[in-house]
């Protein structure tokens, strides 16, 4: 994962729709670590359904990176445990919690 977008439309329009992990941070912490066959669409769904869970982090900012299906789950806990997360779930898709 090496370069960032805004999330905002965008920068989500820069995301694949293919299949892959992302991150959404802010400048002081990682908040939410996500998988999905559709990377833009789940963005977009961040977007513009935001749990109140991602609220009040600040600008927000995201990064991606294609996963083939059979690997996501892997990358995303990888990921979620190196990270820790402010506002992650435990399983996969399950949507940021608070």
């Known amino acids: 994962m090496k370069s960032t977008y805004t999330l905002g439309s965008a920068g989500i329009g820069q995301a694949p729709e293919g299949s892959g992990v992302y991150t959404?941070?802010?400048r002081k912490r990682w908040v939410y670590v996500g998988e999905s066959d559709n990377v833009r669409r789940s963005l977009f769904d961040h977007l513009n359904g935001s749990p109140r869970?991602?609220?009040g982090h600040g600008p927000l900012t995201f990064t991606f990176e294609l996963a083939a299906a059979s690997?996501?789950?892997?990358?995303?806990q990888a990921l979620v445990t190196d990270l820790k997360p402010a506002c992650q779930e435990t399983t996969p898709g399950a949507g940021a919690t608070a």
């Open 24 to 26: 959404i941070f802010s």
């Open 71 to 76: 690997d996501r789950t892997a990358r995303w």
């Open 53 to 55: 869970s991602l609220n």
